[in-house]
C-alpha cells in the first residue's frame, strides 16, 4: 500500500518536472499517468499492492473533487451576472458534446466492420 | 454554558480537523443517499456533497480559505489519483489499441464540439466576451482549462468554476443520455464522458465499469492537449477578444 503510494507520487513527481522542463500544456499528473503506463506496458506486468491501491484511490475518485467543487462559494457574484448564458451553454453543450462523441465513435466502429448503420 | 460552545466552535472552525471530517461524511452521507434512491442520477454524491458544504460555509460565515486548510489533504490525492489511471488503461490496453481510429476520431469531433458549442450558446444567449472565452476550455481538467483561459484572455478564477460544473452536469446526465441513444459500448460510454466532462465524469465513468473509467482517462489525457491546441486557433479565428 504505502510501496504503491510511493510509484504513484515518484510518478507525478517526475511528471511534473518533465512540464516544467518543456512546457508542455498538460498537468503533471496526467504527463505521470502516461509514464506510469508505458512502465507498466514495458513490464509487462502489474504489481498487486499497485492495482489494488490504484483501484482504491479510484473507486473515490468523484470525493476527491470535492474541495475544488465547493471553491464555487468564491464566484457566486461572477456566475450571476450572466447566470442565464452560463447556465444553458454549460448543460447543452455538456450534453451536445457526450452525444456527438459517442455517436463519431460509434459511427467510425460501425463503419470499420463494414455493418450498417442502424440501431 | 454558551461560553464553552463558542470556545470550541472558534477551536474547530481554525482547525483543519473540523473541514477535513465534515468532507468525508458529507461524501459519505451523499453515496448513501444515492444508494438509498437506488442510483438516482439527480443524488449525485458529489453535486449533493459540494452543494451541502457550500450551504455550510454560507450559514457558519467560514471563508473557503479555511475550509481548504482541512480538504486540501483530499484534493492533494487527485494527483496520485490521476497517476493510478495507468492502471485501467493498462488492463485494457489492448481493446484501446483496436479502437485506436473510432477514438481519435471521437476525441477529435467531441473536442471540437465541446469548445464551439459552449461559446455558440453562450454567444446567442447574449454572453459577454469574457464569459465565453472562460467558458471556451469548460470540458477540460481544470489546471489545464484554467492555463488556457489566461492565454486567451478569459476569467482562469470563473473557468474554474464553469469546469467543476460541467463535470457535475456530465456525471448527473450523461449515463442517462447514452442510454437514450442506445450506446451499450462501455468503451464508447467512457470516452463520450471523459472528453465531455473530464475527471468527473471519468469518476461516474468508473461506477459503469473500470472499461468505462479507462477510456475515460484516456478522453482526459487526450482532450487536455487538443484543447489546448485548439482553443487560441478557434478564438483567433472568430476574433473573440476580451
Known amino acids: 500500500m504505502i510501496g ?28 505521470g499517468m502516461l509514464l506510469l503506463f508505458l512502465a507498466l506496458h514495458w513490464r509487462k506486468s502489474l504489481p498487486a499492492p499497485l492495482r489494488t491501491t490504484a483501484e482504491t484511490l479510484l473507486s473515490h475518485l468523484s470525493l476527491l473533487f470535492i474541495p475544488a467543487g465547493v471553491g464555487i462559494v468564491r464566484y457566486g457574484a461572477l456566475l450571476a451576472e450572466e447566470w442565464l448564458a452560463v447556465t444553458v451553454a454549460l448543460v447543452l453543450s455538456t450534453l451536445i458534446t457526450v452525444a456527438v462523441t459517442a455517436l463519431v465513435m460509434q459511427t467510425v466502429i460501425r463503419w470499420r466492420r463494414g455493418a450498417p448503420h442502424d440501431g | 454554558m454558551d461560553r464553552i460552545f463558542i470556545d470550541i466552535w472558534v477551536y474547530l472552525a481554525a482547525s483543519p480537523l473540523l473541514w477535513l471530517t465534515l468532507t468525508l461524511a458529507v461524501y459519505l452521507a451523499g453515496q448513501w443517499l444515492f444508494r438509498r434512491s437506488g442510483g438516482r442520477a439527480i443524488f449525485n454524491p458529489v453535486a449533493l456533497a459540494i452543494a451541502l458544504l457550500v450551504l455550510l460555509l454560507l450559514l457558519t460565515g467560514t471563508p473557503y480559505s479555511t475550509y481548504f486548510t482541512g480538504a486540501q489533504f483530499i484534493h492533494f490525492l487527485l494527483g496520485p489519483a490521476t497517476v493510478a489511471l495507468a492502471v485501467p488503461l493498462y488492463l485494457h490496453w489492448e481493446r484501446v489499441r ?84 442506445r450506446i451499450r459500448d462501455n468503451a464508447v460510454k467512457g470516452l463520450a464522458i471523459g472528453v465531455a466532462a473530464h475527471g468527473i465524469g471519468t469518476a461516474r465513468a468508473l461506477q459503469i465499469s473500470s472499461l468505462a473509467g479507462a477510456f475515460a482517462g484516456l478522453a482526459i489525457g487526450l482532450n487536455a492537449l487538443l484543447t489546448a491546441l485548439l482553443v487560441p486557433l478557434i478564438v483567433r479565428l472568430l476574433h473573440l477578444t476580451p
Request: a neutral charge; charged letters at 5%.
Open chain 2, 98 to 181: 483496436q479502437l485506436a481510429l473510432p477514438i481519435l476520431a471521437g476525441l477529435l469531433v467531441g473536442s471540437l464540439t465541446a469548445i464551439l458549442s459552449a461559446i455558440g450558446i453562450a454567444e446567442l444567449l447574449g454572453g459577454s466576451p469574457r464569459t465565453l472565452l472562460s467558458l471556451a476550455p469548460k470540458s477540460v481538467t481544470t489546471p489545464v482549462a484554467m492555463g488556457i483561459a489566461e492565454k486567451i484572455g478569459g476569467l482562469p478564477s470563473l473557468t474554474a468554476v464553469l469546469v467543476i460544473l460541467t463535470g457535475v452536469i456530465g456525471a448527473v446526465a450523461a449515463p442517462a443520455l447514452l442510454d437514450w441513444l
Open chain 1, 4 to 31: 504503491a503510494l510511493a510509484v504513484l507520487l515518484a510518478f507525478q513527481l517526475v511528471g511534473e518536472i518533465a512540464i516544467r522542463w518543456s512546457g508542455v500544456p498538460v498537468p503533471g499528473p496526467v504527463i
